[in-house]
T-cell receptor
Framework: AQSVSQHNHHVILSEAASLELGCNYSYGGTVNLFWYVQYPGQHLQLLLKYFSGDPLVKGIKGFEAEFIKSKFSFNLRKPSVQWSDTAEYFCAVNSYYGNNRLAFGKGNQVVVIP | GAVVSQHPSWVICKSGTSVKIECRSLDFQATTMFWYRQFPKQSLMLMATSNEGSKATYEQGVEKDKFLINHASLTLSTLTVTSAHPEDSSFYIC?????????????FGQGTRLTVV
């Protein structure tokens, strides 16, 4: 079964600072990788995804993530955060050949101070 | 993007009663839907896979008789928490990937906050 690790559950930073959230997964096969964001009071929304191809993927709102297969990692980055990026961020993974069952990390609670 | 609607958004019920939560895909058909449970400050834990027209597949440790799942149509799955107890209080979220070949993202409902008193 897949498992996903996210570290530093609480992240507090100032506007314009750079953000990087780590995500490591354990699974021996081919995987699909996702970052979801949950703004306060809202449902989970997809930030970006990786299925195949270019390991550097760009998502919405200036976010990007890089898949490093050798490190089993899919870290999320944003060069300059805004107050509106305050949210919880979840990394998720499923098997490329599976039925889309997702395994989630514990999430990162990000607070951006104006 | 595709929309998944979950109802109700929150519910309070008495211990011993049953609660039904609906998950609808509004603009696409979903042969499979997933039910997750989220504890405070923890990850989403997959409870079961809802399969249209057949029995749900439950994850290890999830009581089938406690959490009844029905996927009666290609756009609706329901989760019924039977004989609810305070320890069932949690945030329940459904998701649905659009049907078709190959990998795809899942779309999530807004979640249901269940409080059992």
């Amino acid at each position: 079964a897949q498992s996903v690790s996210q570290h530093n559950h609480h992240v507090i930073l100032s506007e314009a600072a750079s953000l990087e959230l780590g995500c490591n997964y354990s699974y021996g096969g081919t995987v699909n990788l996702f970052w979801y964001v949950q703004y306060p009071g809202q449902h989970l929304q997809l930030l970006l995804k990786y299925f195949s191809g270019d390991p550097l993927v760009k998502g919405i709102k200036g976010f990007e993530a890089e898949f490093i297969k050798s490190k089993f990692s899919f870290n999320l980055r944003k060069p300059s955060v805004q107050w509106s990026d305050t949210a919880e961020y979840f990394c998720a993974v499923n098997s490329y050949y599976g039925n889309n069952r997702l395994a989630f990390g514990k999430g990162n609670q990000v607070v951006v101070i104006p | 993007g595709a929309v998944v609607s979950q109802h109700p958004s929150w519910v309070i019920c008495k211990s011993g009663t049953s609660v039904k939560i609906e998950c609808r895909s509004l603009d696409f058909q979903a042969t499979t839907m997933f039910w997750y449970r989220q504890f405070p400050k923890q990850s989403l834990m997959l409870m079961a896979t809802s399969n249209e027209g057949s029995k749900a597949t439950y994850e290890q440790g999830v009581e089938k008789d406690k959490f009844l799942i029905n996927h009666a149509s290609l756009t609706l799955s329901t989760l019924t928490v039977t004989s609810a107890h305070p320890e069932d209080s949690s945030f329940y979220i459904c998701s649905a990937p659009p049907g078709g070949q190959g990998p795809t993202e899942a779309f999530f409902g807004q979640g249901t906050r269940l409080t059992v008193v």
